[in-house]
């Protein structure tokens, strides 16, 4: 009977030892996590240039809470005024600003720049309006009538949005990512975009 209890107790402490060493405990299997890989270009890939009537155009309504059409139409007025003043714009300038119906118009031209270092300069000279129709809690902003002058120096190109960035010209067919060529003009077209458009939205908040 004793020979049994010291058998037991002898066997329960080999098994407390045998799990007290995590080098003998069985591997665990890791989990797989699923990884996800984005596209780093997928902002500017089928949809992000939108064509109205078969030109390109982006427009977007912005909410102002609590502020009135004549208070929109201020703020908007100076911010449109100072992108004139930038100091890459070349001949840009105020052509609308109706207090009666709350319109403002700006005619754009710009330097738009690709690549700029030491001994590279690639930029384009960048054409656009932008039209802005103020009301009572809200603008509705549109960027439109977008052309190109490319390579003025050596041999002068003059290209349409329409004929450049839309989808057909500057998306590859799988919809993976942009053509060398006519993709930096769309990137460049839309950053500069969304650029404005962040703009005007913390300006109206």
């Not at 960035?165 to 067919?173: G, L």
Request: proline share 3%; aromatic share 10%.
């Amino acid at each position: 009977m004793k020979k049994c209890i010291l058998m037991c107790v002898v066997m329960a402490m080999t098994l407390t030892a045998t799990a007290q060493n995590t080098w003998e405990e069985p591997e665990k299997k890791e989990e797989k996590v699923a990884v996800v890989e984005t596209n780093p270009m997928e902002k500017y890939l089928k949809g992000a240039v939108p064509e109205v009537n078969g030109k390109v155009t982006f427009t977007k309504t912005f909410d102002a809470p609590g502020k009135t059409a004549f208070q929109i139409y201020n703020i908007l007025g100076k911010y449109l005024q100072g992108v004139t003043r930038e100091p890459q714009q070349i001949n840009s300038q105020l052509i609308k600003a109706d207090t009666a119906t709350y319109e403002i118009d700006v005619k754009l031209e710009e330097w738009l720049v690709f690549q700029k270092t030491a001994l590279v300069l690639d930029q384009t000279r960048f054409f656009y309006t932008i039209k802005a129709q103020c009301a009572n809690g809200k603008a509705t902003l549109t960027l439109s009538n977008i052309r190109y002058n490319y390579d003025e120096e050596r041999t002068p190109i003059r290209i349409s949005a329409e004929d450049w960035i839309t989808d057909r010209v500057a998306v590859n067919k799988k919809n993976t990512k942009l053509y060398r060529h006519s993709g930096k003009f769309r990137k460049c077209t839309i950053d500069r975009k969304d650029y404005l458009f962040e703009q005007i939205e913390g300006l109206l908040q």
